[in-house]
């Protein structure tokens, strides 16, 4: 059996402790982008079995059409990037683990490690002092400045831990369901949407992309922030409509922002108009690349490799494709 990890940018999962559970099989790791689904799919023809990162691949009929001899997809999470329909006429099992009780701790980490940056210019001080200055402008303390959260799920609530910690005051806005579900844990809700965007110093989006959430903040929506004020961005960029956060940002409101999602990934050009902006801190993408997160999401994703090649498939999406050999034959 031919197993092909793909997109693996840093070569990060050969060092994780959970790569050894592949021990014995036939394993190769692409670090290459590859955009042409058609130059993708000659790379991979003799592979059995992939494994995705996340939502780095799209795996779209066109795809499938060029590998014959692919019988398995082995991912964690959602898949928004997979065509299943596609997948089961090609009599390709898609597995996808899902955790769904513990925060994600990297990700809530690397949006406060944003708005400590941000807040305190920690890049643009680290430049002026490695180019031969002193201080850069003044920071801004976070006690007592007000926090808005766009969002009521795991990550958005272990942000607000941290945020209450450095006495700050948490306010929150997104659906409907979300808004009362936080208001019956006791939550501050704000006022209405236009007050939320207004009111608060920092706003920190933490919302799934789905088909109902895509473009859900709006250039009104940014044009009611504050000068000052600081956006906060480790979801997705759809959740913004193309260019809307890079004109708000040439309006002047927000006053900044901290991003580490694009509309496009990866950006391997240099000069990118919304990572270069003068007013934005921005990371490729890395709220989920640490060592414990990759290998409590990777040791599920090789677990489900092993399962099938061992003919019981575990966190099947589309297990009317699985047919199991029958001990009779």
Not at 80 to 92: F, M, Q, R
Not at 103 to 116: C, D, G, K, T, V
Not at 139 to 164: D, H, N, P, Q, S
Not at 297 to 326: H, L, R, T
Request: proline share 4%.
């Amino acid at each position: 059996m031919k197993l092909a990890i793909i997109d693996d940018w840093s070569d990060a999962l050969r060092t994780l402790p959970c790569f050894a559970k592949l021990d014995g099989l036939d394993v190769a790791v692409f670090n290459d982008h590859v955009d042409d689904p058609a130059a993708r799919a000659d790379q991979l023809a003799a592979f059995d079995a992939v494994i995705l990162i996340r939502e780095r691949s799209r795996i779209t009929r066109r795809f499938l059409e060029g590998l014959p001899n692919l019988k398995l997809i082995s991912q964690f999470g959602k898949y928004p990037h997979i065509d299943i329909d596609a997948c089961s006429d090609h009599g390709v099992l898609v597995c996808s683990g899902k955790r769904s009780h513990a925060p994600s701790h990297a990700a809530a980490e690397h949006s406060w490690a944003l708005i400590m940056s941000a807040m305190k210019n920690i890049p643009g001080q680290m430049q002026n002092l490695q180019n031969g200055k002193w201080q850069q402008g003044v920071g801004k303390g976070l006690f007592g400045r007000r926090l808005g959260l766009y969002g009521y799920g795991r990550i958005a609530k272990r942000v607000a831990e941290y945020a209450e910690t450095f006495g700050m005051q948490v306010e929150w806005w997104g659906s409907a369901d979300g808004r009362a579900r936080a208001q019956a844990d006791g939550r501050r809700i704000a006022k209405d949407r236009a007050g939320f965007f207004a009111e608060n110093d920092i706003v920190s989006l933490h919302v799934r992309l789905t088909p109902e959430t895509r473009g859900i903040i709006t250039a009104a929506d940014l044009a009611q922030m504050k000068q000052d004020a600081l956006l906060v961005n480790t979801s997705r960029s759809a959740l913004l409509g193309p260019d809307v956060l890079l004109q708000a940002l040439d309006a002047g409101r927000p006053g900044a922002a901290a991003i580490d999602v694009f509309d496009e990934e990866p950006i391997f050009w240099r000069d990118d108009k919304l990572a270069c902006h003068r007013r934005v801190i921005a990371t490729p993408h890395i709220g989920f690349v640490t060592e414990e997160e990759l290998e409590m999401q990777f040791s599920e994703v090789f677990d489900q490799v092993v399962a099938w090649y061992k003919g019981a498939p575990i966190n099947m999406v589309n297990p009317a494709v699985w047919q199991p050999v029958s001990d009779d034959a």
